[in-house]
Nanobody
Framework: QVQLVESGGGLVQPGGSLRLSCAASGIIASLYAMGWYRQAPGKQRELVAD???????NYADSVKGRFTISRENTKNTVSLRMNSLKPEDTAVYYC?????????WGQGTQVTVSS
């Protein structure tokens, strides 16, 4: 059974930093594309960043230069380093593992950016 467990969310002031992590079990993570999505209240879920099995990365324009996605296949994990956080980054963040059109999702972790 595939399970994704996220950690690292919380409350942070504008300009602060957070690191989200997602650990997968039940799969060989090196074969999967991985990503982070977010959903703010009243909005659709959107892609934040993703990374292919070969390590190529892609970022939403709104987070370029501030967020960094990384993966560690030996630990079956994907992380998202978030710097210079803004109130508009407030959302529930979900990790995603994808292979051959099949998606697996974490349970979500809340990130709130507020003074």
């Amino acid at each position: 059974q595939v399970q994704l467990v996220e950690s690292g969310g919380g409350l942070v002031q504008p300009g602060g930093s957070l690191r989200l992590s997602c650990a997968a079990s039940g799969i060989i993570a090196s074969l999967y594309a991985m990503g982070w999505y977010r959903q703010a209240p009243g909005k659709q879920r959107e892609l934040v960043a993703d990374i292919t099995s070969s390590g190529s990365t892609n970022y939403a324009d709104s987070v370029k230069g501030r967020f960094t996605i990384s993966r560690e296949n030996t630990k079956n994990t994907v992380s998202l380093r978030m710097n210079s956080l803004k109130p508009e980054d407030t959302a529930v963040y979900y990790c995603n593992f994808r292979i051959y059109g099949t998606d697996y999702w974490g349970q979500g972790t809340q990130v709130t950016v507020s003074s």
